[in-house]
């Protein structure tokens, strides 16, 4: 079954314009953690931000914030204000605490373009 | 700071030709690692993964084999490279315990 679910293959924002690319999890384990890695055409897996699943605040890191609703089972990430450099493959990620291995689940990714 | 290597970044080999990348972890010990291979435009799928020296387990059953001969270091191998081993292949390490995985910069394979 799949784990982790990104419905939009691709975006398009304009520059200086906030986004929010949606993610979606399943999991009957109370303890989890949720991960964001931005891809750009290099291939480099970049991390970019963590929020576990007692977190009582939203995560945030510079102008990346995770919108994560619990009951919903989402953890959408929000880019404000877009840059040109912010164009690539983001993958939301889960991790069901402690395990390892195979427990740390990537979904399919969203490709975000942003237009000048 | 902590880093990974891998190489080679590129590579091109013949079918049935042998292979071995390599991964190496600097500034951490102990650590748990990782292989991904990702097709193009497509997401992450995870090959091996090693807790410590010597203990490998394999998420899905390929012709690809893979080694962890020090504690930072960890080799992805085939004797015999099929067409459909093209990809991008991502080694990543985690501190043992779980957290977030930090990424190499990836080899790029093509078998022709």
């Known amino acids: 079954a799949q784990k982790i679910t990104q419905t939009q293959p691709g975006m398009f924002v304009q520059e200086k314009e906030a986004v929010t690319l949606d993610c979606t999890y399943d999991?009957?384990?109370?303890?989890?953690?949720l991960f964001w890695y931005k891809q750009p055409s290099s291939g480099e897996m970049i991390f970019l931000i963590y929020q576990g699943s007692y977190d009582q605040q939203n995560a945030t890191e510079g102008r990346y914030s995770l919108n994560f609703q619990k009951a919903r089972k989402s953890a959408n990430l929000v880019i404000s204000a877009s840059q040109l450099g912010d164009s690539a493959m983001y993958f939301c990620a889960m991790r069901e605490i402690p395990n390892y291995g195979q427990n740390f689940v990537f979904g399919p990714g969203t490709r975000l373009s942003v237009l000048p | 700071s902590q880093t990974i290597h891998q190489w080679p970044a590129t590579l091109v080999q013949p079918v049935g030709s042998p292979l071995s990348l390599e991964c190496t972890v600097e500034?951490?010990?102990?650590?748990?690692l990782y292989w991904y291979r990702q097709a193009a435009g497509r997401g992450l799928q995870l090959l091996f993964y090693s807790v410590g020296i010597g203990q490998i387990s394999s998420e899905v059953p390929q012709n690809l084999s893979a080694s962890r001969p020090q504690d930072r270091q960890f080799i992805l191998s085939s004797k015999k490279l099929l067409l459909s081993d093209s990809g991008f292949y991502l080694c990543?390490?985690?501190?043992?315990?779980?957290?977030?995985?930090?990424f190499g910069p990836g080899t790029r394979l093509t078998v022709l």
């Open positions: 500034g951490t010990s102990n650590p748990n």
């Open positions: 990543a390490w985690e501190v043992a315990g779980g957290g977030e995985q930090f």
């Open positions: 999991t009957s384990d109370p303890s989890y953690g």
